[in-house]
């Protein structure tokens, strides 16, 4: 008997039996039937149960980290990091081992249910009542079938947040090109990160999240992003952050500009309280120094023909005098917005001293490599676009782009094709059907709605309810909880009321309140998926998640519910459904790319990707240096590239250099100036431009991501709640950070319950006084106001961020201005 054994198991088997047998008031010695010795033999059984490792991916934010999942007997009973994945290198952010929680949460719906109460609202249980897959999906593709008949397919709609990979969110376009939805798919975009995504777009040609070089960059200036609470991929920023601020020679300095004392900030070298809405003039300020002092990197940008500096402030430069190298209008950017851009003015916009903008802008200007990094803060506002390319433009100026230590675009993994081809499969409604003149419902690409935008998730349930463009007839949802996340929810839950709703989600969450039908997912422990990684360093990385166990539960994979619904519709679609047959079969398609193209760790196939969870191949194929863009000849970066090359592989604008002045927001000026105001003049350059603050009140209100907060998806996790308790507040509660001096103007003490108000809502917490946050900000949270989503989860607090939040977009990005509503606060 080993040691583990002789102290521990004797005593605890018999210690549970004994109360076992207490607690069930069972006669001294027998359970069921069982003597003690013969209940005591079976606790310790000859043969031990083995503990298996499986490879997956994290599900909680979307860092995507890999994660080995311990199973025992059939239980999952701990999660670690996956040492050999790139992200994870064997550890997690404290969410992750959190996934067993998910797993076991015992509010899950257990198998498709169907709604039996007709009346909808946040006080109506939906009396859901179990259904077998055959009816709940049977019942899923005869409304569709039904509406395609009478050519209203358009009316419905499928919704996502999260996409993962080919297998599920991949799926949704084809799905809607056979069927005949514009509709099919809306992602969440709009409501996440278009902001960043469209500023790039206009300035660099890819509309995409940058990867970037950390460990070599020698400066950090961070733009409104949670670099050590949220951005992407979290866990890894923080590994990242011990080596560049400890082990690295020389330490990267870091300034973080927000609108509160965050961990990040307070962690920083510098840390600038900035007014919610004007990162964009701080950042032209520092172009403007940067200019003014000669600072730019002119092997990337270029000079003047005669070497000599003619950017003095206020006065204007004859753009002939300059010769650029990898950028466009940087003279005319300077003649019509960065003359005045002074650090003066600036401070005067944001509220910094002037001496620290300089000394910032200084900095950046003087240490190569330099990083410019935004997220949320920066681009969630009325001003996103213009405040985001202002950012983006001090990477183009001291040349960071596709620079070591500089940024990236993420590449794509080596995938096979998919089994079968849809083409194939297209009836005459499918190419020629009336859903074809149709606009989508979010108005995303229309001229009188979002041309230019990506998604407008926030638009469509307002959209169905004024019945403008027209209503919805059934809506489904997979990886999003509008009716909690969109600003203005309370507008989701009236739209829903009147549509049939189908959620795909394994947990009771607001949007499944509201539904007619449940199609539950399995939970990402219990699933085979694929996903390729976020932005990360650049070079390709395709990860699987591999089930631990069975499922628990009556519940399928969505891909998997999304082929079966397809099989079930008459003619072509219903073939191409049969012909695909599963998502097993579609993933053992994308692992065929690995045969030839097998990765670092050697996985080649299926097999070897279930093994190991990850497939990635080093190194980023492109590099910039001194000026000249080079690719990976095998060994080093060592083959020159033409401009042409650059254009298609790695600049991907009209002029195939960074454009100061957007040609992608010039060719749709016209309609710019018409549809916002703006001017035709500046459009197309980063410019400064009040932001709006819709709200009716006197004081910012923003909500932002903390580290234990997992999106809408950890909600019911008791352990994540109580951790988040010190900076959420408990049941009922949530903590408002507010500054002393503002809260005592209006007669409110340290501690007090209080009501915030704004044109669309009112919601109730309690103030605490802080001197980090901005005299004129309230910050407080997102994660707070459930009122489903599960046992923990629900009735905390009264009332959501969002149920304040003003559903106000950008129409050029169509990004959701989250943190531009203003509110009052009052006593309550
Ligand atoms: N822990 C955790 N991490 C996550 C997620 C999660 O749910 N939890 N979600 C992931 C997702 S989906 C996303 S999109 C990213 C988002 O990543 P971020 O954009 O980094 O996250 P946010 O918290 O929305 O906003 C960032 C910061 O902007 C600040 N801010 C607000 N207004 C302004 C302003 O006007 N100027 C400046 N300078 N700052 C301002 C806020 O105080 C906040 O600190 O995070 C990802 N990572
Ligand atoms: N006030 C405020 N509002 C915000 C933000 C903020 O910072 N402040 N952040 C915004 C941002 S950046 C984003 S990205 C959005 C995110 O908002 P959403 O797009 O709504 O995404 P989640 O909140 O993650 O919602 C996930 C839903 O999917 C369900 N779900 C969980 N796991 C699974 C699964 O395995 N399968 C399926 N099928 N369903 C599952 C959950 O129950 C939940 O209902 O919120 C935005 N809203
Ligand atoms: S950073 Fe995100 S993906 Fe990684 S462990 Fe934390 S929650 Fe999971
Ligand atoms: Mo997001």
Known sequence: MGLYDRIFKPAVSRRRFLQ?????????????????????????????????????????????????VYTTDGRVHAIYGNTDHPI?????????????????????????????????????????????????LQTVADRLQALRDKGESHRFALCYGRGWGASCAGLQGTFGALYGSPNVAIGHSSMCSDGSIKSKQATDGNGSYNAYDYRNTNYLLMFGCGFLEAFRPYNYLMQVWGYIRGEKSPKTRVTAVDVHMNTTMAASDRALLIKPGTDGALALAIAHYILVNGLWEKTFVGDFKDGVNRFKAGQTVDPALFDEKWVKGLVEWWNVELKDRTPQWASEITTILER????????????????????????AHSNGIYNGMAVHSLNALVGSLFAKGGMMYQMGPSYGPMPVDAADYMDDYAKNGPWKSQPRIDLKGHEDGYLLANNMLQEVGPNSLAGKPYKLDTIMFYLTNPVWTAPNGQEWEKALAELFVIDTSPFPGETAMMADLILPDHTYLERLQDAPTYPFEGWPMAQLRVP?????????????????????????????????????????????????????????DFESWKEK???????????????????????AYAKPMTPDEVKAKLLKTPSGKFEFRSGWLEAKADWIAAKTGRDKAKLMFPHWEEPTHPGGGDLYVVTPKVALHAEGRGGNIPIAISLLQPTMGGRDQ???????????????????????????????????????????????????????????????????????????????????????????????
């Open 734 to 828: 949530v903590y408002i950070e507010i500054h002393p001096e503002t809260a005592r103007k209006r007669g409110i003490a340290d501690g007090d319950r209080v009501r915030i108000k704004s044109s669309v809502g009112a919601i109730e917490g309690h103030c605490r006084y802080f001197e980090g946050v901005r005299p004129d900000t309230l910050v407080f949270p997102m994660e707070h106001g459930h009122w489903a989503q599960g046992r923990w989860a629900k009735g905390r607090g009264p009332g959501h961020c969002g149920e304040v939040t003003v559903n106000q977009s950008d129409r050029i990005t169509g990004q959701c201005n989250y943190y531009t509503t203003k509110v009052t606060i009052e006593k309550a």
């Open 613 to 635: 969870g990850v497939w990635y191949k080093k190194p980023y194929l492109w590099q910039q240096r001194g000026g000249e863009f080079y690719e990976w000849d095998g060994k």
């Open 88 to 136: 994870a290198n064997g550890k997690l952010c404290p969410k992750g081992p959190l996934g067993t929680y998910i797993l076991y949460d015992p509010d899950r719906f257990k198998g498709p249910m169907k709604r039996t109460n007709p009346k909808k609202g946040r006080n109506e249980d939906p009396k859901f009542v179990p259904i077998t897959w055959d009816e709940a």
């Open 548 to 604: 631990a166990i069975k499922p628990l539960y009556d519940t399928k994979y969505y891909g998997d519910v999304l082929i079966e619904i397809g099989k079930r519709m008459k003619g072509p679609m219903g073939e191409y459904y049969k012909a695909l047959k599963d998502t097993e079969n579609v993933i053992r398609h994308l692992a065929k790319g690995f045969e030839k193209d097998p990765g670092d760790n050697g996985v080649k």
């Open 20 to 68: 076992a047998t207490a607690a069930s008031g069972a006669a001294a010695s027998l359970v069921g039937g069982q003597t003690l010795r013969e209940t005591q033999a079976q606790a310790t059984p000859a043969a031990k149960p083995e503990t298996k490792i499986t490879k997956n991916i994290c599900h909680q934010c979307p860092a995507r980290c890999g994660i080995d």
């Open 356 to 379: 620290d903008i300089v000394a910032t802008a200084r900095e950046f200007g003087t240490t190569r490599p330099a990083l410019a990094i935004f997220e949320r803060g920066v681009h």
